[in-house]
């Protein structure tokens, strides 16, 4: 998956869009090496971090 695709999912999630490219270029690099470190795929990597960063703004909008 390309950055900018990453950048606008986290932006529909809440991630403030001017931080958007940035967020996204780290956890394509984690997910990366997530895959690596567990031996799954980029792609399930990727889906458990975008989780965990819809589940932190979700809190945060709610005011946890």
Known sequence: M??????????????????ST???AQLDKRAQQLAVEKGGSYEDALKHLVGLMRQGWSAKQKGF
């Open 22 to 24: 940035e967020m996204a």
């Open 2 to 19: 390309e950055i900018a695709q990453i950048a606008q999912i986290l932006v529909a999630l809440g991630c403030p869009a001017e931080k």
